[in-house]
């Protein structure tokens, strides 16, 4: 398995990948995964990541989206493992190469959305160094149409810059 930057020679490989994901699940890329417009989504290194078997295989795909204008210095984290191969460290490994990039690219905050519900997702950000940001009540809509809460988790770059920095460790922040 590996970690490689979304190119258009991955397209089909990922189109396989939603089309295995249940429609639960594709609500957290909140884009549109049709194969047209994975075939228009940029290959610019540094926003889009899939987790690939040796066989090429996506497993999980990640998206780090720069918000703009104002919030231009804040970028939302998107994360979907496949569900066969949850459990086994992609979607950690992902979280972590997107936020060490975000950082290296100057970014000062990372969000993420998390189902109120999924405490252990919610740990595995806590772990990462996210911190709570917000409850977003009854925010969305389950499977079986019952509204749910929201947490959304912020990373911010410059505290932990700043806090790594106090007990010089701050060249760790240029490892994947
Ligand atoms: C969140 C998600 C990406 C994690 O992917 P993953 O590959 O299973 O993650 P990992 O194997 O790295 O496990 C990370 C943590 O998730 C939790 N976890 C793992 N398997 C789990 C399972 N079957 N059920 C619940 N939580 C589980 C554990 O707390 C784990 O922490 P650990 O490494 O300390 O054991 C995946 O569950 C997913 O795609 N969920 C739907 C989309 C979503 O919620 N995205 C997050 C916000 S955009």
């Given at each position: 398995m590996s970690i490689q930057d979304f190119t258009p020679g991955h397209v089909e490989q990922l189109t396989a990948f939603f089309g295995r994901l249940p429609e639960s699940d594709l609500t957290f890329i909140k884009e549109d995964v049709t194969p047209a417009a994975l075939g228009a989504w940029p290959a610019a290194p540094g926003q889009r990541w899939v987790d690939v078997d040796d066989d090429g295989t996506v497993n999980g795909v990640a998206a780090l989206l720069r918000l703009t204008s104002w919030s231009?210095?804040?970028?939302?984290?998107?994360l979907v493992v496949d569900p066969a191969t949850r459990?086994?460290?992609?979607?950690r490994k992902l979280a972590q190469h997107?936020?060490?990039?975000?950082?290296?690219?100057?970014?000062l905050k990372v969000v993420v959305e998390v189902p109120a519900?999924?405490?252990?997702?919610?740990?595995?950000?806590?772990?990462?160094?996210?911190?709570?940001?917000?409850?977003?009540?009854?925010?969305?809509?389950d499977l079986n149409g019952q509204l749910q809460d929201l947490i959304m988790l912020a990373y911010l770059s410059e505290q932990t810059?700043?806090?790594?920095?106090?007990?010089g460790m701050a060249d760790m922040m240029g490892d994947d």
């Open positions: 231009n210095h804040v970028a939302e984290l998107r459990g086994r460290g992609i979607g997107a936020v060490a990039h975000a950082v290296r690219s100057g970014l519900a999924q405490e252990r997702i919610t740990e595995m950000f806590l772990d990462l160094g996210f911190t709570g940001e917000a409850l977003l009540r009854d925010h969305f809509r810059f700043d806090a790594l920095s106090a007990v």
